[in-house]
T-cell receptor, first 113, second 117 residues
Framework: GNSVTQMEGPVTLSEEAFLTINCTYTATGYPSLFWYVQYPGEGLQLLLKATKADDKGSNKGFEATYRKETTSFHLEKGSVQVSDSAVYFCALTTGGGADGLTFGKGTHLIIQP | GAVVSQHPSWVICKSGTSVKIECRSLDFQATTMFWYRQFPKQSLMLMATSNEGSKATYEQGVEKDKFLINHASLTLSTLTVTSAHPEDSSFYIC?????????????FGNGTRLTVT
């Protein structure tokens, strides 16, 4: 089956620090990979995605590269802001839009001023 | 852009009662919608796939008689938690994908927080 493993939180950083949230996966078939963000009291919002090996997804200063050889999709940002404080979920699907997503457990990110 | 609306955003009910949660795609038709459940500080777990005009597909371990899903139109799926118990208290989130978008991301509702007393 499919599974997603991401680093446990909470992760606490100072403003302008460099961020890495690790994500690795196992999948039957060729997955598409996603990062979602959940702000307090809200639903999930797509942050970025990658659909094939070596693709780099990027949005709002966040980046993640689809690494098939290491089955990883680590999330990075060069300089975090307080407004980036949220829970980040790594996810995959192997069925395109026809199947649901398999999520990691989420990483709570706290950015301190 | 595509929007998925979920209602209510929160609900408190007594043990033994039933609660209905609605999920609507506002500007696209969705033949398939998904229902997830999120426990506190846990990941989202796929409960079932809701298919317009046919029966829902439930994930292993999810009781179909307890979590009734109806996808009567291309823009609406409902999840009814029947005879709710305190252990059903959770955050329920639906999602949908516009048709013919291949691997485009699923769009999520803002979730419904259910508290059973």
């Amino acid at each position: 089956g499919n599974s997603v493993t991401q680093m446990e939180g909470p992760v606490t950083l100072s403003e302008e620090a460099f961020l890495t949230i690790n994500c690795t996966y196992t999948a039957t078939g060729y997955p598409s990979l996603f990062w979602y963000v959940q702000y307090p009291g809200e639903g999930l919002q797509l942050l970025l995605k990658a659909t094939k090996a070596d693709d780099k997804g990027s949005n709002k200063g966040f980046e993640a590269t689809y690494r098939k050889e290491t089955t990883s999709f680590h999330l990075e940002k060069g300089s975090v802001q307080v407004s980036d404080s949220a829970v980040y979920f790594c996810a995959l699907t192997t069925g395109g839009g026809a199947d649901g997503l398999t999520f990691g457990k989420g990483t709570h990110l706290i950015i301190q001023p | 852009g595509a929007v998925v609306s979920q209602h209510p955003s929160w609900v408190i009910c007594k043990s033994g009662t039933s609660v209905k949660i609605e999920c609507r795609s506002l500007d696209f038709q969705a033949t398939t919608m998904f229902w997830y459940r999120q426990f506190p500080k846990q990941s989202l777990m796929l409960m079932a796939t809701s298919n317009e005009g046919s029966k829902a597909t439930y994930e292993q371990g999810v009781e179909k008689d307890k979590f009734l899903i109806n996808h009567a139109s291309l823009t609406l799926s409902t999840l009814t938690v029947t005879s709710a118990h305190p252990e059903d208290s959770s955050f329920y989130i639906c999602s949908a994908t516009p048709p013919r978008t291949g691997n485009s991301p699923l769009h999520f509702g803002n979730g419904t927080r259910l508290t059973v007393t």
